[in-house]
């Protein structure tokens, strides 16, 4: 619109090059204030309320309609009695002129491509802040579900360990205050460490350390257990208390569900950020072989899914064993 009205003053035999880019200015600045309020109306009166579903379609269009009909009356009557006048003073203009279909359809084109620039901007910027709503409701819900799941898993695990202590404590066993004391350690880790996103794997093995010794002197000889630990890089990142909850489930649905002695495997590998878990617990067959995800198996399967986009956890429940094997690509750990 603007090019428009430059070429149109600066062609014009009447006006010299400086008078004639002041009326182009001028021009403009006479007609820029309808096009603006009809801009503002059709962005945050009529389009974004329907988008927002505070306003019916059907109540907006005739409201549209209106108000395009008064902003092209409005810039026809500028046009025919404030440029027009000073371009062809001595050209009469009627009343007449205002209603003329070319001016009509001109101004139509003018406030159509101001318009439509101001709206595509403005829904290309709706358009964005829903997408970032939508990245941070996402990953709000995720975090507040991990941060479940963990609540969950800590819990579990604190009253099994105690149940471990309390079932010592009525023998009177001797080995009660130690106990007590490497629980202290399990409790620090739970209050200070589980709660971050990750933690070296040399401190998630060390707590195992803590838990199977706490294990072994519940049990004594009742069980026997082989722990074998491969790792390339002991500062390695993992998600705390993954491997943990494993090895406790081990022994509360091996050792502590039989009556005869019991034997538990556990082999850790890591090499290369590629992580390889594997643990085996004896067991007294039931006559049921389906897997029977409790709460710590299904909730520590929940924090891998939200934690690493590379993994795989396989469970075997046979008939006189049961089998964990999982893979982890630690490096592929996704921050939420």
Request: charged share 20%.
């Amino acid at each position: 619109m603007q090019s428009t009205l430059h070429e149109y003053a600066w062609v014009h035999d009447n006006f010299t090059k400086h008078n004639a880019l002041l009326l182009g200015f001028w021009f403009n600045s006479c007609l820029v204030p309808i096009i603006m309020l009809f801009t503002y109306l059709v962005i945050y009166v009529f389009v974004e309320p329907v988008l927002t579903a505070r306003r019916k379609l059907y109540v907006v269009i005739p409201q549209f309609v209106l108000a395009m009909l008064v902003a092209i009356f409005l810039q026809n009557m500028v046009t025919n009695y404030i440029i027009m006048a000073k371009l062809h003073p001595d050209r009469p203009v009627t009343f007449a002129n205002v209603f003329d279909i070319y001016t009509s359809f001109m101004s139509l084109l003018d406030t159509g491509y101001v318009t439509g620039i101001a709206l595509a901007l403005k829904l290309f910027r709706m358009q964005i802040a829903n997408l970032r709503n939508k990245r941070d409701l996402v990953k709000d819900k995720l975090e507040t579900e991990l941060k479940f799941l963990k609540n969950q898993i800590n819990p579990h695990f604190l009253f099994n360990t105690l149940n471990n202590i309390y079932s010592l404590a009525r023998k009177k066993s001797d080995t009660a205050p130690e106990m007590v004391l490497k629980l202290s350690k399990l409790l620090r880790f739970i209050l200070y460490e589980s709660g971050k996103d990750t933690i070296p794997i040399a401190d998630e093995i060390r707590i195992i350390e803590d838990y199977v010794e706490l294990e072994k002197i519940r049990y004594n000889n009742r069980l026997k257990l082989s722990f074998d630990i491969q790792i390339d890089d002991l500062g390695q990142l993992i998600a705390p208390m993954i491997l943990l909850t494993f090895v406790e489930n081990a022994f509360k649905h091996g050792v502590s569900e039989t009556t005869e002695n019991t034997c538990i495997c556990i082999k850790i590998v890591l090499q290369s950020g590629q992580l390889t878990f594997f643990i085996n617990n004896s067991q007294e067959y039931n006559g049921v072989n389906e897997v029977q995800e409790k709460i710590g198996l299904r909730n520590v399967r929940r924090q891998l899914e939200l934690m690493y986009r590379d993994f795989n956890l396989g469970i075997d429940n046979l008939a006189d064993n049961f089998n964990v094997n999982l893979h982890i690509n630690l490096n592929s750990y996704a921050t939420i």
